[in-house]
């Protein structure tokens, strides 16, 4: 068992339309892989479930915006901070 320290990292949103429909659901399935619980935030906000689609949109995170990713499994923060860096648009 690990220990109990999370993992963090704040990234800016790379998508031009933000965290949208598109780029929510990439993330959401790239989250879902993980037997750890992944979480978003923006700008301190509530942290929603990254393995869900829809909680991602309710951020509202735009193009620039700063967004945190946290788990305890660090190799899932790196792979959901990556994604969301990118531009999912393409």
């Known amino acids: 068992m690990k ?8 990234v800016t949103v790379g998508s031009t339309v933000g965290l949208h429909a598109r780029p929510a659901a990439i993330v959401a ?5 993980y037997d750890a619980e992944i979480e ?11 393995a869900s689609s829809l909680m991602i949109m309710t951020l509202g995170a735009e193009h ?11 190799a ?7 994604l969301i860096a990118k531009n999912l648009d393409e």
């Open 29 to 33: 399935e790239a989250a879902e892989k």
């Open 64 to 74: 620039g915006a700063s967004v945190t990713v946290t788990s305890d499994d660090p």
């Open 76 to 82: 899932a923060v790196e792979e959901i901070a990556a």
């Open 3 to 10: 220990g109990n320290a999370m993992a963090s990292k704040t």
């Open 40 to 50: 978003l935030s923006v700008d301190g906000g509530d942290p929603v479930d990254a």
